[in-house]
């Protein structure tokens, strides 16, 4: 098996191949290692190799990891946020992705008020119009990124979507492309405290096709770490 090192290195190269082909500078693609149910060990190992962007699907794994590991981290909470749990991680996360309804907005704003801060949100948009996943409507993302634009100490950064399990990549292609096109779209509108900078998109099966089409995160996991065994040992 190959080691965690090994395996950050052939992932960068392919981001760099796939930079390179796609014409883009690869100071703006950042690799998120997504690290949900491994150890703080092999999170240290990716540390080592030179990892600082940490992606993170539970609120409580975030938070103990959060409490182990180096200060100069920066965590990426990617699950689906439940309103109930984002007192927890709104100041640890420095950006928080999948956010897909005003009522989440509005609870993850009240509670960077009460701490005076700002946080950082992605907007979650279901382009493949699964009808088990979570996220926005395409048709219904503008007018949300309107409403929660609004709302003080949160920050729209971008879109981020999570595309279908594939097996050949190229399937998901049309969904990246429809993502950076609507991020596009709702940039024109040029809506007051809203950045569409960001685009959360591509995973260990189809990452090099996301960076070919304008992602700025990757988030990894298996590739990375190796497959997730998530029954209790
Ligand atoms: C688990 C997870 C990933 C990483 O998936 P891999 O296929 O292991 O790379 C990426 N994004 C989200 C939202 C996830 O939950």
Redesign the pocket.
Known sequence: MDTIAENLRHIEKNILSSCRKAGRNPDEVTLIA?S?TKPVSSLMEAYRCGCRHF?E?KVQELVSKYEQLPKDIKWHM??HLQRNKVKYVVDKAYLI??VDSLKLAEEISKESMKRNITAHILIEVNMAKEETKFGVPEAEAEALVKEISLLPSIQIEGLMI?APYVENPEKNRQYFVGLRQLSVDIKEKNIDNVNMNALSMG???DYTVAVEEGATYV?????IFGE?HYETV
């Not at 988030?219 to 590739?223: D, L, Q, S, Y």
Request: hydrophobic share 30%; aromatic share 0%; proline share 0%.
């Open positions: 997504v949900k992606g699907n990617i699950g992705h999948g999570i995973m260990t099966g988030r990894v996991g298996t590739g997730r």
